[in-house]
Nanobody
Framework: QVQLIESGGGLVQPGGSLRLSCSASGRTFSGGAMGWFRQAPGKERDFVATISWNLGITIYTESVKGRFTISRDNTKNMVYLQMNTLKPEDTAVYYC?????????????????WGQGTQVTVSS
C-alpha cells in the first residue's frame, strides 16, 4: 500500500506562485510514475502533469505548459508541482497520484493510489 499526502496549497493572487508537495510512503512506492490532477467545483478531475520514475520524462496539459513544473526526488519519496503565473482558472483541489509502473499516463484510471488533495485558490 502507498500513502500520499499533499501540502502547499492555499490562497494566492493572480500572477503568484505556489509549490505543491506530495510525500509518498509505503513499500510499493518505488518504481511508479507520479502525476498531479485537479478538480474544480462542479467539474471532473482533470490531468495536470505527470513524471516518469527515473528518466525524468514529463508531460503537461496544454493550459499549464510553461507555467507549471513537475519534479520528483526519489531519495526523499517526494513529488513537487511548481506553479507560476497562476490564474483564477487554476483554482481547484489538486491531487497527487501514483502508478504501479514507471511509465507516464494522462489517464486518471491508470493511477492506483491517490492523496486526499490540497486546495489551491487563485483570487484577488
Amino acid at each position: 500500500q502507498v500513502q500520499l499526502i499533499e501540502s502547499g496549497g492555499g490562497l494566492v493572487q493572480p500572477g503568484g506562485s505556489l509549490r505543491l508537495s506530495c510525500s509518498a510512503s509505503g513499500r510499493t512506492f518505488s518504481g511508479g510514475a507520479m502525476g498531479w490532477f485537479r478538480q474544480a467545483p462542479g467539474k471532473e478531475r482533470d490531468f495536470v502533469a505527470t513524471i516518469s520514475w527515473n528518466l525524468g520524462i514529463t508531460i503537461y496539459t496544454e493550459s499549464v505548459k510553461g507555467r507549471f513544473t513537475i519534479s520528483r526526488d526519489n531519495t526523499k519519496n517526494m513529488v513537487y508541482l511548481q506553479m507560476n503565473t497562476l490564474k483564477p482558472e487554476d483554482t481547484a483541489v489538486y491531487y497527487c497520484a501514483a502508478r504501479k509502473v514507471p511509465t507516464i499516463s494522462r489517464a486518471a484510471n491508470e493511477y492506483a493510489y491517490w492523496g486526499q488533495g490540497t486546495q489551491v485558490t487563485v483570487s484577488s
